[in-house]
């Protein structure tokens, strides 16, 4: 009976243990995935919150999380969106801007406003919004996805 007992627990804290990872990786992927932004497996989880829609046509949702990253990840992180195409360009909503995005087959486009790197989805994208934000001083990424 002890031996059971014992499996059962080693199994809960085998699928707790596979459960956590897989709710990072699957925010590691959202961010590269969304903006072709590669952030490390290794940043603490300040906020995860998913929010349904009763009633909407397709199950819409919106899943916010805001994470913590190292002064290491931050500046490789920075190297990344300051090296990107179109980064800090105008932001005037031009056509011009969306047809360069769709013609480089981008997701979108970094600004740097102040000490925080913001990004500027393509418009092609309506069915699934993602806002993102990077604070340099604070370490700090914000996501918001809207999936309609």
């Not at 499996?7 to 459960?19: G, M, N, Q």
């Not at 349904?52 to 994470?67: C, E, I, N, Q, R």
């Amino acid at each position: 009976m002890i031996k059971i007992v014992k499996w059962v627990v080693i199994v809960l804290i085998l699928f707790k243990v596979t459960f956590y990872l897989l709710g990072r990786l699957d925010m590691k992927n959202t961010i590269k995935r969304n903006s072709g932004i590669e952030i490390s497996y290794f940043f603490k989880v300040m906020e995860n919150k998913t929010f349904h829609y009763p009633g909407a046509f397709d199950s819409d949702y919106t899943w916010v999380f805001k994470l913590k990253v190292s002064e290491k990840d931050i500046k490789k992180i920075s190297e990344q969106i300051e090296n990107s195409k179109f980064y800090n360009a105008k932001d005037d909503y031009s056509n011009s801007i969306y047809d360069s995005l769709t013609t480089y087959n981008l997701k979108g486009y970094w600004v740097l406003d102040k000490n925080v790197y913001e990004f500027y989805q393509a418009v092609e994208q309506w069915k699934e919004i993602t806002t993102i934000q990077i604070d340099r001083l604070e370490r700090t990424i914000e996501v918001n996805l809207t999936h309609l």
